[in-house]
């Protein structure tokens, strides 16, 4: 839209028409306040905090609810307007209680703030304060009602924004009150945004409350472990007995790729941390069969020994490897890395939750068509099919009402189940759940039974599209991607995104954990470079897929397998004794029904401890900042470089670390940032030795942005936090096609966690768990 | 806010009101907009805005229940308790004040023996002060049901209030 010139407080500024005045101050640095007011929700214009004064209007204006306009003359700050905007806060302030001091919200409070600065501190009322006791809504919702504001926020957040609509306003006048949607409890996805957008204390939450305040905790924003869109969530931590433990997470820091929103396993879940059962010593099978605790250099010792006999005796291709989808992409690399040319075999596989396999290989030599997660939100057309991204894939679902919202975005949603979204949705075709290869042929127009006037109609509908964004999940993969892909290419501008689980599935896929994938999805039969990067031990063959590999352990040909951050045993239902005669490593932070049949158990240091990269399902690479701490744990990088060592490889040739000043100096300290005189502290504290070394993760990026296709990006936005898209597909489209796709199994086995699970992870996560089981106790009595 | 196809089979109101509120839904650029109409007329049928009321009427137009509670809760003339046969609702606004009104809402409550928003134990009375009703030039003023009764006196009062538990007794 044209741009229009204004004059604020003296100051001329230029904003598109249709700008709110509020914004275009904000934009300009010219700062308004407004409790109600808030970024991407409708108007309430109720806490009369923005008013201004615009010539030639008789009274105080709203700037949250006037646009700009050519010529308007403005001012913000006058007396008149601080008189009134104190005495809206004395209004305001009339029944709050002033428990500021034990209020969860003090110190970071928007009415403080207010008051401070406008210095309501006295006041003309008399009244007795009405109060109320607190209400608990949910397992993580509490409500104060004297301190409520009535901004509304909680309110537009949980309908506009979440679709839920689980917050209402009753009443009237002084008497309205915020209710929720169940009488006296909420039900509703526990996301947990109407806390986070609350401006004061009203609505508090039931991990943090009570708790601590905000100024003792340290403040780090990371990126959350759980599902595959890769939110950043603020932690915040204070220091306890055994190291840094998280008190709260929340959205504080909205720098990140996530904006506002984040989901209640972002901000709750992470309490998985201090689970009573979390395992900081090393554990060794003794000679009765019982593991017991033992040391570091022990542990370590017994494993590398076994595993460089096996190795020299019965060759690598006796040894299997099953990674995570949780650890760093520095973790991903040098664990396949460490299989490949220390163990010598190519059996290295995880827990595959999409097929990007297939994926890369139809977009071999394409660019610019995968999406990031960024664009669901401002692209005009969306085809999603598969998945139910309100439960797997929060933030996306977020993204695309957004997008409907402020955008009027078309949504085409084809699903096998009657998903959340097809409220948003232009339209919705519902297919039966093994049709979905066949509806994607059909779509592409390379299969011709008729499949519906529907079907056909969305068909017509999407050829009219200029800018389509397709998502899937994974109902479709192998042959079906392709499909689907090279009828996306026949469109105009077409992009493409493949919804995997967890937070680093596509970062385990980029960085080769495949048995016949190297990184970057190079055929292990083409090596190329990699094959003198990797040595001599390096196999040309591909090795076992993960099924594959506990078959033959079950037929007594797998000799060892070392598993990472990763529960194969529950997941793939392995019988306990198909293990016995293999010896097992497992590194994890807990007694898992995999580490119960280890004969060592390393005790690791989960994503919230560690820094490094991870990629989200949509290609987009960001930063992971140390936030917590915890004594006894490692991390698996730390674990990996350890036993390569004790089995006596060239840690120099395995970690590129102490080669020029690339490496990290501090950018990923989070919790201790700006200190500079605790260099050398922090960095021994975070096992970053002042020499730089074989544990630093920047020294294994350095060699993954030399030798994996795609991943191209600036390492001055990565330490600042931003996201940046990658794509890691080989652009060589010259590749001959070794293996028939038709033959090569893709081995997906999506995870099907929901709102409230997340793998094993999830088992101990108390909150979650109190959240998922008052959830099915609330149905359980509904059945009745 | 769901948009799911609103209509049920069953209904908990008359078939002449059910009839009434499938063509009330469609009058309206919007669905909701029918709803405070909707929620009168189902007062008028029940005596007062029943839970069901609220869930059949929510689906109806294809909103919350939660919606609906925001909005009934907002009138003073929407009810979700039950009221006696003949809800007396005496006006303590300026006219009628001045001209007697409080005096009669006190006189009510003797003669009724029950106070503000209560009912007789035999259900036939219930009485509450209210704003004004628009009767002001014939003040002191008084609505039972949708009647007016106006120009009061302590004695006319009776005469009303005898008439109507006669009508009650019949």
């Not at chain 1, 955008?407 to 919705?428: C, D, G, M, P, W």
Request: net charge negative; proline share 5%; aromatic share 8%.
């Amino acid at each position: 839209m044209a741009d229009v010139t204004l004059t604020v407080d003296g100051k001329k500024i230029t904003a598109p028409a249709g700008t709110l005045l509020i914004d275009a101050c904000r934009k300009a640095g010219i700062e308004i306040p407004a409790f109600c007011y808030y970024p991407g929700l409708s108007l309430q214009a109720a806490c009369r905090m923005c008013v201004v004064r615009i010539e030639k209007i008789p009274k105080l204006q709203t700037a949250c609810t006037t646009p700009v306009a050519e010529g308007m003359i403005v001012a913000t700050d006058t007396d008149e307007i601080k008189q009134s905007r104190k005495a809206m806060l004395q209004l305001v302030l009339a029944n709050h209680p002033l428990d500021c001091p034990v209020c969860d919200a003090g110190g970071e409070c928007e009415l403080q703030d207010m008051t401070f600065k406008y210095g309501a501190a006295d006041s003309n009322f008399v009244d007795v304060k009405n109060h109320r006791e607190e209400q608990q809504w949910s397992p993580v919702v509490y409500f104060d009602r004297p301190r409520c504001i009535l901004c509304y926020r909680c309110v537009r957040v949980c309908g506009e924004g979440m679709d839920v609509w689980a917050l209402g306003v009753q009443n009237r006048g002084v008497s309205s009150v915020i209710a929720p949607n169940g009488g006296d409890h909420l039900d509703c996805e526990e996301c947990g945004m109407c806390i986070d957008i609350c401006p004061v204390g009203a609505l508090t939450s039931g991990t943090y409350r009570y708790k601590t305040r905000p100024w003792e905790m340290t403040h780090v924003g990371t990126i959350c472990t759980h599902c595959g869109d890769g939110c950043k969530t603020t932690l915040g931590m204070r220091s306890s007995g055994d190291g840094m433990e998280i008190i709260r997470g929340d959205n504080r820091d909205k720098s990140g790729i996530n904006g506002d929103f984040l989901c209640v396993k972002g901000r709750y879940a992470f309490d998985f941390a201090n689970h009573k059962d979390r395992l900081t010593q090393p554990l060794l099978r003794n000679a009765e069969g019982k593991l017991t605790p033992t040391s570091w250099e022990d542990a370590l010792a017994f494993a590398a020994q076994r595993l460089r006999k096996i190795r020299d005796t019965r060759g690598g291709e006796q040894i299997g490897i099953i990674g995570s989808n949780r650890t760093t992409n520095e973790e991903s690399y040098l664990l396949q890395k460490f299989a490949r040319s220390v163990l010598g075999t190519n059996n290295i596989d995880h827990h595959r939750t999409a097929d990007y396999v297939s994926f890369a290989k139809a977009l071999a030599g394409q660019e610019q068509r995968a999406a990031s997660l960024r664009e669901t939100e401002t692209a005009p057309a969306i085809l999603l099919i598969g998945n139910d991204p309100t439960e797997q894939h929060p933030m996306l679902a977020w993204n695309l009402r957004a997008n409907v919202r402020h955008n009027r975005a078309r949504i085409y949603i084809v699903n096998h189940q009657e998903i959340k979204l097809r409220r948003q949705a232009t339209s919705f075709l519902k297919i039966s759940a093994d049709t979905y290869s066949t509806c994607t042929r059909f779509l592409a127009g390379e299969e011709n039974s008729a499949f519906g006037a529907e079907a056909t109609a969305l068909r017509e509908a999407l050829s009219k599209e200029p800018n389509l964004l397709i998502v899937f999940g994974a109902e479709l993969h192998g042959s079906a991607i392709e499909s689907l892909v090279r009828y996306g290419l026949s469109l105009p501008d077409t992009k493409f995104a493949c919804l995997g689980d967890y937070v680093n599935s596509r970062g385990a896929a980029d960085m080769g954990m495949y048995p016949d994938m190297l990184p970057g999805y190079v055929p292990v039969q083409q090596p190329g470079a990699f094959a003198t990067e990797y040595g001599e031990r390096f196999p040309a063959a591909p090795g076992l897929d993960l099924p594959s590999m506990l078959d033959a352990a079950a037929r007594g040909n797998l000799a060892a397998l070392y598993v990472v951050g990763s529960n194969p045993v529950h997941r793939y239902g392995v019988a306990a004794a198909s293990l016995k005669n293999t010896f097992l490593i497992v590194q994890d932070m807990f007694l898992t029904e995999t580490a119960l049949l280890a004969d060592v158990v390393l005790p690791i240091a989960n994503l919230y401890e560690k820094a490094g990269t991870v990629t989200n399902t949509y290609g987009d690479l960001q930063f992971v900042k140390k936030a917590a701490d915890r004594s006894g744990v490692r991390t698996d990088l730390e674990l990996i470089v350890r036993l390569a060592d004790k089995m006596g490889a060239d840690v120099h040739s395995l970690v590129p670390f102490g080669q020029g000043t690339r490496a990290d100096m501090g950018q990923s300290r989070g919790a201790q940032s700006g200190e500079a005189d605790r260099h050398a502290v922090w960095l021994a504290a975070q096992n970053l030795e002042p020499k730089l070394s074989p544990f630093d993760p920047s020294a294994l990026l350095d060699e993954i942005q030399r030798l994996v296709p795609g991943y191209h990006f600036s390492r001055l936005e990565l330490f600042s936090g931003n996201d940046q898209h990658v794509q890691a597909t080989a652009h060589n489209t010259g590749l001959v096609q070794i293996v028939n796709p038709a033959e090569r199994r893709d081995g997906v086995l999506p995870s099907e966690d929901t709102l409230f699970t997340s793998g094993t992870l999830g088992h101990y996560s108390g909150k979650l768990t109190e959240i998922h089981d008052s959830r099915n106790k609330e149905i359980l009595v509904a059945a009745d | 806010m769901t948009t799911e196809a609103p209509m049920e089979a069953q209904t908990i109101f008359s078939p002449e009101l059910a009839a009434r509120f499938d063509k009330l839904v469609t009058l309206y650029p919007v669905r909701r907009s029918a709803l405070i109409p909707m929620l009168l007329y189902a007062q008028d049928e029940q005596g007062y805005v029943t839970d069901a009321a609220i869930r059949e009427i929510a689906q109806r137009i294809g909103i919350t229940p939660l919606d609906v509670r925001n909005v009934l809760s907002y009138y003073s003339l929407l009810r979700t308790k039950p009221v006696g046969k003949y809800h007396v609702q005496v006006c303590t606004n300026i006219s009628c004040m001045l001209r007697g009104g409080q005096k009669l809402f006190e006189h009510c409550k003797q003669r009724l023996g029950v106070g503000h928003k209560e009912t007789t134990p035999d259900g036939i009375f219930s009485l509450e002060e209210v704003e004004c009703i628009g009767a002001c030039s014939w003040a002191p003023a008084v609505q039972v049901n949708y009647d007016f009764h106006d120009n009061l006196t302590a004695d006319a009062m009776d005469a009303v209030l005898d008439q109507y538990r006669k009508q009650a007794e019949k």
